[in-house]
């Protein structure tokens, strides 16, 4: 039986009520989403969700079905002079028997027919319907017949009589063959922490930065299902959600290194980006095995891939979802195939007080725990120290990363839709970098980069 088409209906009122339920309950097609407007149809497209869409002419241009065409999209028009706006004449559109005539129009011999009636007028499936498979060839002869007077051979005598002597011969060289290169394997990094909004985003942001101006291939990953901000903090376009259509491509296999270039968003400070999902009630959409997928195929195109994730929505005990994806799925899948992790809390008391409580219900031996936002005026004098102390006391942290807080420059990155480049906190940056990727690339300036801090350019220290 041939599998049923996904489609995308943009309609309304009771047509749409009666369409969706006519074809769930004949088993013809399967409604993947009911959109609401063109926006909503076009994203989905752009994701994949499906192959055939059916849109009313009051709701939809004629440049969105155009659209809807390129992403290669079967599109039927209900309305005005194309199909009617009734169930019988969208069925009939989506089994193939709208007259050429007259596209849209139904004959007269269908018209009156139901979704049932219009399937059995299809032709017969050449996979179901007997005496559709090809005939095999005849056995070939065996016994007495095979052995007989027809046999291409003679017998065994007469050809042991004329076999020639054999002569022995030198066996030729077999060509040894170049063992294949290993396979490019990437990093994979999470950005991950407590809840509060300790600048996961714009750490990630920034070291995306500083290791692209290294000479390394950077991808960034904006898998925040709660509040997404990547696509707003760099100005980049937030049309559709780049990480919905990878892990729909993941999921499905089709997804690989020229299919992931067509789907990342190339900036100017050398590093791609994965925009997230533009509405955080679409979390359903990134699923665990979809991450996964592009995860392992972002490790084969890229020396490191940062990913930014949430903070936990649900405990380390909380029970498992048996009906769909667990709200906290995307970020539970990121930091399960990553290599290491970056613990980012806030440096002031309250922040302090929930790093310490994600790196006990969160313990983990790949994570480096970076203390953001660090500010004496918050956490009081000496306030490096005091983290330091705190960490080791209560935590059993020996090694922590302090970024001190820079609201300046912060603010000029946000309002300029740039990384945190030109501040006052760039060696505490490049110091996780440093970290992160070690020695394997050199800067691309050979040691400097021209900064501005503090009113005057600086050199990159070298370490």
Known sequence: MSRCPEILVVAEGEFETELVSTLHAEGLAHVARRCADAAEVRGAAAAGLGEIAVVDRDLVSLDVVADLERAGMRVIVVGGNAVARTVDAVIAALLGTATDETPGAMSSDVGSLTGAALAAQL???????????????????????????????????????????????????????????APHRGEVIVVAGPAGAPGRTTLALALAADVAQRGLRVLLIDADTVAPGIVYLLALPDESAGIIAATYRARNGELDA?????????????????????????????????????????????????????????????????????RDAARAAALAECDRHLVVGAGDPLGMRRLLGYLRDFPSERGLVVVNRLDSLAAGVGAERGARHILARYGGIDRAFLVRRDPTGVARAQLDGTPMLASDVGDDIA?????????????????????????????????
């Open 431 to 463: 110091a996780i970098a440093d970290a992160l990727v070690g020695e394997r690339a050199p800067r691309r300036d050979g040691g400097h980069s021209r900064r501005r801090g503090a009113g005057r350019w600086r050199p990159w220290p070298r370490r």
């Open 123 to 181: 032709p017969p499936d050449p996979f179901t319907e007997a005496g559709s498979f090809p005939v095999p060839p005849p056995a070939p002869p065996s016994g007495a017949a095979a052995s007989g007077a027809h046999t291409r051979y003679p017998p065994r005598s007469r050809r042991r009589a004329a076999a020639p002597p054999e002569t022995p011969r030198e066996e030729p060289a077999v060509p040894t063959v170049p063992e294949a290169p």
């Open 258 to 326: 020229l299919v992931l270039g067509d789907l990342v968003d190339h900036t100017a400070w050398g590093f791609d980006v994965v925009t997230g999902i533009e509405q955080a009630q679409r979390w359903k959409e990134v699923d665990e095995s979809g991450l996964a997928g592009l995860l392992r195929v972002a490790r084969e195109c890229y020396d490191l891939v940062l990913v930014d994730t949430a903070g936990p929505v649900d405990g380390p005990d909380a029970p498992a979802s048996y009906y769909g994806p667990a």
